[in-house]
């Protein structure tokens, strides 16, 4: 084989021992991996190649690592029996084996197996090929061996991985001279835009394209996961259907498969409720993972995650419907191949949200004639069910529970009777406690008021309630404890300035969020589908006020308390609008506001707020923490007030 090496080229083996030295080396490819980021700044591909020298009756060769910033400088391996060719390789050693490393000056070109022939013709030669930039054209002695190291195995075992075409893909062209000339001229080339082969297919496919005794790369959503014994059963949908996928009716319990998951152990679906969480129909494959893809997609994938999926066998199940596997590969046993896409701008994510909202829309229009017809069926259901003769066993079961419920009600009765009976006799129940201030404002009413009030200043210190005390006697103090109490206060202060901008605009955040730059927002609003425009432009609450203890200290007491969603409702007894544009809803808020304050809002348009004259009240303070730049900041949310 040495002898049709091209001029400047050394076979594997002879390669392989020159440890640090650099070589030009050309091989069959037996196995690769995709660019994967390195420790460093450059993407890392990994393959192994062979010929007659080196591995070529076995899946062995020169393991070759290449490094490059992006992935498109890689070189583009599609699958197995690809021959690449490689100039400036550095031999290095590591664990006593040979490998060759890439350097800034390493140069590719990738033969694609589907096109290299058996044989090379007789006068007219041409190779589709691709090659990394700035690089020479193969010549006829290349292409010849690149023909011969491909025939070296047996070609119908060579798997395609689908690396999408790249715009360096070209046709070499070598007519043999008549006279004269060298034969390690530089070919001629075309670019070409052709589809690639069935061999060089990309394995990229929807559900509804997915055929038995096939590999797939697919994105989906998560649907559900069943754990059962070292792997893991994961549900995925793009909604796209198959006929040859389980059929899952509305209101149907568990995954509608055959086999029951009475082993849930470590599911993240196990607790929830069995009811199946849609889509229904045919649009949810079945996904049995093996280790060690299935220990990943226990501890990092959750339901409702976008995933991808790669290389998974899609075959038929004992019922003759269609399910997918993933299992070691047998060459790289560690590799992953399951991966969570979180960046939802990915345009495949982005497919599969669209095609959900369709789904989504679809059926909230068909979803209410559905319920009004199963309400019919209850209110009237069917004669020969209705008349049918209770089981001796059940009809046992019924009168036992009528028996009882009979006894039940005697007992609550009876116990009735003799609480009115010694009810006379009872001790009176404690006083509720009294807050210290007699003239608190009655325009306030403050809940859970059997708590005692504390005093500000003593919520506001961090001794003794946040101290804690190790068993070798070492004293921390913690920045905040997440303790609810109630205190009596008076508003010094509120911010925002204006009160109009005491409500802001909040839409809730939704899967769809990311269709936001392509689709109307009206339409990406909600994954109930029943949101009009007006409804996804929602507004709430969202304003702090300065509390200062109603006790008088030097220097005074004060907090900042946030009020916001839930706690502003509860405060005001009024839904949030845009109070820009609402004058009405901004008068009775100002209203409001003068009951909680008295005339602060005018003192403070005046600058005059040293002096505080609204009427103390009792509110319930809830302590958090904020991360800060320097740690942890303490943070209070006012609740349990409203103004009546």
């Avoid at 640090?20 to 037996?30: H, K």
């Avoid at 998951?261 to 993972?289: I, N, R």
């Avoid at 004639?369 to 049918?388: C, M, S, T, V, W």
């Amino acid at each position: 084989m040495s002898s049709l090496l091209p001029p400047g080229f050394e076979d594997l083996y002879q390669a392989s021992t020159r440890i640090n030295g650099e070589v030009n080396i050309m091989g069959r490819v037996t196995d690769h991996l995709s660019a994967t980021p390195s420790r460093g700044k450059d993407m890392m591909s990994t393959f192994s190649i062979a010929d007659a020298s080196h591995g070529a009756q076995s899946d062995e060769g020169l393991k070759i690592r290449f490094f490059k910033p992006s992935e498109d400088e890689h070189p583009q391996i599609r699958g197995k029996g690809d021959v690449v060719l490689l100039r400036k390789v550095r031999i290095k050693e590591w664990k006593n084996v040979a490998m060759g490393i890439s350097q800034f000056t390493t140069s590719w070109i990738v033969f694609p197996a589907a096109e290299i022939p058996l044989k090379a013709p007789q006068n007219r030669l041409m190779i589709k090929h691709i090659k990394s930039p700035q690089t020479n054209e193969p010549t006829h002695s290349e292409m010849l061996y690149a023909i011969e190291l491909c025939n070296l195995g047996d070609r119908t075992m060579d798997k395609p991985s689908g690396i999408p075409i790249s715009s360096t893909e070209t046709h070499s062209t070598f007519t043999a001279p008549s006279t004269g000339g060298s034969a390690d001229a530089p070919a001629s080339s075309s670019k070409t835009n052709g589809r690639p082969s069935q061999n060089g297919r990309d394995k990229f496919s929807l559900v509804k394209d997915l055929q038995v005794q096939s590999f797939y790369d697919i994105v989906g959503q998560v649907v559900k996961m069943y754990s059962n014994f070292g792997r893991l059963e994961l549900y995925v949908t793009d909604y796209t259907a198959n006929n040859m996928l389980y059929r899952h009716a509305w209101g149907q319990e568990d995954g509608g498969n055959s086999n029951e998951h009475e082993h849930d152990y470590g599911s993240s679906s196990a607790s929830k409720s069995k009811k199946w969480p849609g889509p229904y129909g045919q649009m949810t494959l079945m996904v049995t993972l093996w280790p060690p893809h299935s220990n990943f997609a226990q501890s990092k994938v959750n339901d409702w995650d976008f995933v991808l999926l790669q290389n998974v066998h899609i075959k038929q199940d004992r019922d003759l419907k269609m399910e997918g596997a993933l299992h070691e590969d047998r060459f790289w046993p560690s590799k992953v191949q399951i991966s969570v896409l979180g960046d939802h701008s990915d345009e495949r994510v982005k497919n599969v949200l669209r095609r959900k909202l369709e789904y989504t829309h679809k059926f909230n229009a068909q979803s209410e004639a559905l319920i009004r017809e199963a309400r019919r069926q209850n209110n009237h259901p069917d004669a020969q069910g209705a008349e049918k003769p209770l089981s001796k066993s059940a009809a046992r079961r019924k009168r036992k529970l009528e028996k009882e419920k009979l006894q039940q009600a005697t007992k609550e009765e009876t116990s009735s009777s003799s609480k009115k009976q010694k009810k006379n006799h009872s001790p009176p129940a404690p006083p509720i406690p009294k807050p210290p201030h007699t003239d608190l404002n009655k325009n306030v009413h403050c809940s859970h008021h059997t708590i005692p009030t504390t005093p500000l200043a003593s919520i506001l210190a961090l001794e003794p309630t946040h101290q804690t005390t190790t068993s070798s006697g070492i004293t921390h103090t913690l920045p905040f404890q997440n303790l609810k109490t109630r205190t009596t206060v008076r508003v010094v202060d509120f911010f925002p300035p204006n009160i109009a901008d005491f409500s802001v605009r909040s839409r809730r955040k939704s899967e769809f969020d990311a269709l936001s730059d392509y689709e109307s927002e009206s339409e990406a609003a909600s994954i109930s589908g029943n949101e009009t425009e007006d409804e996804t432009q929602k507004w709430e609450w969202r304003f702090a006020l300065t509390l200062e203890a109603a006790s008088p200290s030097s220097p005074p007491a004060r907090l900042t308390a946030y009020i916001a969603q839930q706690d502003g409702d509860f405060l005001l007894k009024e839904d949030a609008v845009d109070l820009h544009t609402s004058p009405t809803p901004l008068s009775t808020l100002r209203e409001k506001l003068f009951l909680l304050w008295g005339d602060l809002e005018e003192r403070k348009t005046s600058s005059q707020l040293n002096e505080a004259r609204s009427k103390p009240f009792t509110c319930c303070l809830q302590e958090y923490g904020v991360r800060s730049e320097g740690g942890w900041e303490r943070r209070w949310r006012m609740f349990g007030v409203t103004i009546i």
